[in-house]
């Protein structure tokens, strides 16, 4: 093998070494085709940790205005006096109060209070995302109605003509 290279002057050697050198068109198609088809993998993956990372946090403000609403309500609750005929009345915490105690100053929530207890919260926040306290069970679910920062509108989609 070795004669056979020093026979033919080592012009064809040098050439074959020197295109093998750089990357062909072909092999970088295929290359950027392979990191495509990675990327089409990995973007559903990446989207549900974003969705459970989202459910999560809506899930962590619920929970601090379950335990702020409670908070409130047991203080309410304890501060009652009876009624002659046995009866507590009270006036419940508001809704701001609640926010400013969890620390939660976007959104809307809606309580529920039964005998001085916090029985159901539902918590929408600034970005349309709904969770629910029910039974000590918390439910994070997109919310499908539309949230208006300011104000309220409503009518058709289409003009009536």
Known sequence: MSAQRQTTGGKQDV?????QKGLHLVELIVVLVILAILAALLVPALTGYIDKANNQAIISKTRSLVMAAQTLESEAYGKAKKNADGT?????????????LAEVTDGSIDVTYT???VTKLVYIDGTGRKCTFENNEYKAEKNTSAVNASGATSGNLTSGS
């Not at 050439?15 to 295109?19: C, G, L, S």
């Not at 507590?88 to 400013?100: F, I, M, R």
């Open 15 to 19: 050439q074959k070494t020197e295109r």
């Open 88 to 100: 507590v009345t009270y006036e419940h915490p508001k809704p701001a109060d609640v926010g400013t």
């Open 115 to 117: 005998s001085g207890k």
